[in-house]
């Protein structure tokens, strides 16, 4: 289920972080001290072979909103298709 301004704005820090995801890699971290922060997870294949989990800070919300995070997380995913990232 894709996130909603709404849900962002009330996700309250709890005893450890957690993850509200919005689908493809894209999700808002929730940490314990009351920040929160748009990240992208995704996968790198190796030249050696199989592949490295990455994850790339889009930035932190509320400075960051929920339709500019998705902007970022599109460009973000377009250079790790191209193999960019």
């Not at 919300?61 to 929920?66: D, K, M, N």
Request: proline share 4%.
């Amino acid at each position: 289920m894709k996130l909603t301004h709404m849900a962002c704005n009330s996700a309250k820090s709890q005893e450890k972080p957690y993850k509200m995801r919005d689908g493809k890699g894209l999700y808002l971290l929730i940490l314990p001290s009351g920040g929160k922060s748009w990240r992208y997870d995704y996968k790198l294949k190796r030249d050696e072979g199989g592949f490295k989990n990455c994850t790339h800070v889009l930035g932190l919300y509320p400075e960051t909103g929920l339709a500019e995070a998705r902007e970022r997380h599109a460009e973000a995913h377009k250079l790790v298709a191209r193999g960019d990232r």
